[in-house]
């Protein structure tokens, strides 16, 4: 295969060219997700990461943990945006709307712009993602309505989707994967 890269700056790697560690970390990954997508394409090259990455990924599949699609996409818009990474906020730009996001609040939010929302919980999300996407302090108040509203499980969901799509989002932008890339077929 040529070395010229096949998404954004990175060469995918064919399966027949990967090492038997490699060829685990992507069975597992297509095991957990059922698919290679965004930067797992990347991930696959680190057996290891792809070995932890599928499943912990597959967590935030819908129905699997306890936000809903909407909650999801507006954390996810967030910090997707934050890092300036065109792939991830494309895509979630996209979700986002179909989750039934109004386009106002969908775009207000990957242009950093404040926008608020009549409802409490994704109110509440919108403002825990927008303050640690910006390395804030967490005020009281926040945390407190937080709790109420989300309870810890969904706080912690909130926190490590958002640190998933970081990773995510940080992986796409440095390999410069752009809008709409395919990658190999497989």
């Keep these: 295969m040529s070395e010229q890269p096949t998404f954004g700056r990175y060469r995918e790697l064919p399966y027949d060219e990967m090492t038997p560690e490699q060829q685990?970390?992507?069975?597992?990954?297509?095991e957990s997700r059922g698919r290679l997508p965004g930067p797992t394409k990347i991930w696959v090259h680190n057996p290891k990461?792809?070995?932890?990455?599928?499943?912990?990924g597959a967590h935030f599949n819908p129905?699997?943990?306890?936000?809903t699609e909407r909650e999801r996409e507006?954390?996810?818009?967030?910090?997707?945006?934050?890092w300036h990474?065109?792939?991830?906020?494309a895509a979630h730009e996209r979700r986002a709307k179909e989750v039934g996001l109004p386009a106002d609040?969908?775009?207000?939010?990957?242009?950093?712009?404040?926008?608020?929302?009549?409802?409490?919980?994704?109110?509440?999300?919108?403002?825990?993602?927008?303050?640690?996407a910006s390395a804030r302090w967490?005020?009281?108040?926040?945390?407190?309505?937080?709790?109420?509203?989300?309870?810890?499980?969904?706080?912690?969901?909130?926190?490590t989707l958002m640190g998933h799509y970081t990773s995510v989002a940080m992986t796409l932008?440095?390999?410069d994967v752009p809008v709409g890339a395919t990658g190999l077929e497989r």
Excluded: W
Excluded at 24 to 30: L, P, Q, R, T, V
């Design 49 to 56: 990461l792809a070995k932890v990455a599928g499943p912990f």
């Design 138 to 159: 967490v005020p009281k108040g926040l945390y407190d309505r937080a709790v109420k509203a989300l309870d810890h499980v969904g706080i912690t969901d909130v926190i």
């Design 173 to 175: 932008a440095f390999y």
């Design 24 to 30: 685990e970390g992507y069975n597992a990954m297509i």
């Design 85 to 89: 990474a065109a792939y991830p906020t």
């Design 63 to 67: 129905g699997r943990y306890s936000l």
């Design 74 to 82: 507006i954390a996810v818009c967030v910090v997707t945006s934050r």
């Design 105 to 132: 609040k969908v775009e207000a939010i990957l242009c950093g712009l404040p926008t608020s929302f009549d409802d409490e919980r994704e109110q509440i999300v919108y403002e825990m993602a927008t303050t640690l």
